[in-house]
């Protein structure tokens, strides 16, 4: 079964430091990652998606991630942080072309 | 805003009790999901239709059980409720089923078990 680990459950930088949030998976087979953001009380936003036609991903907010398969890592960053960056964030394994695998997540605290 | 609608935002009802969680995809959309976020589980997925049809089933009850209707609305029915109920529930969708299409997700009912 396909797994995702995310390294630190909480992230803290100040504002304008790079931001950078950590994922592993695990796949036999090429996988399609994903990063949603989760605000409070809110639902989950999809921040960007890999889906093998780039290594590097871009996606909203300033957001972007590369897919490294020597590392199996799939890792999340901004360069400079913002105060409204301040959420959760997961990442994901699509499995078998249905359900979402989700790592445990990490909550990112940005610091004024 | 996402374009999937949940209802109701919020939901309270005691042990043994039954309620049905409602989803309305984003328009389009043939496939929904379900998925259960606690403290201690994380993000789990529940369950998947598509286009009226059953197509993946993961770590859902069999006090849980899930429907899609014609109209490819969802919904999700618990019954003989216990306290380790209490979760927030998120409906998805997406335009197919395959892996390489995103899920849109809905705001979340708040289920609180007493």
């Known amino acids: 079964a396909q797994s995702v680990t995310q390294l630190g459950s909480h992230v803290s930088v100040s504002e304008g430091a790079l931001v950078l949030l950590r994922c592993n998976y695990s796949?036999?087979?090429?996988?399609?990652l994903f990063w949603y953001v989760q605000y409070p009380n809110q639902g989950l936003q999809l921040l960007l998606k890999y889906t093998s036609a780039a290594t590097l991903v871009k996606g909203i907010n300033g957001f972007e991630a590369e897919f490294k398969k020597s590392e199996t890592s799939f890792h999340l960053t901004k360069p400079s942080a913002h105060m409204s960056d301040a959420a959760e964030y997961f990442c994901a394994v699509s499995e078998n072309g249905n359900k979402l695998v989700f790592g445990a997540g990490t909550i990112l605290r940005v610091k004024s | 805003d996402s374009g999937v609608t949940q209802t109701p935002k919020h939901l309270i009802t005691a042990t043994g009790q039954r309620v049905t969680l409602r989803c309305s995809p984003r328009?389009?959309?043939?496939?929904v999901y379900w998925y259960q976020q606690s403290l201690d589980q994380g993000l789990q997925f529940l369950i998947q239709?598509?286009?009226?049809?059953?197509?993946a089933k993961g770590n859902i009850l069999e006090r849980f059980s899930a429907q899609q209707f014609p109209d490819l609305h969802s919904e999700l029915n618990l019954s003989s409720l216990e306290l380790g109920d209490s979760a927030l529930y998120f409906c998805?969708?997406?335009?197919?089923?395959?892996?390489?299409?995103?899920?849109?997700f809905g705001p979340g009912t708040r289920l609180t078990v007493t």
């Open positions: 328009s389009g959309d043939l496939s």
């Open positions: 796949s036999s087979v090429p996988p399609y």
């Open positions: 998805a969708s997406s335009v197919e089923g395959g892996g390489s299409y995103e899920q849109y």
């Open positions: 239709y598509y286009n009226g049809e059953e197509r």
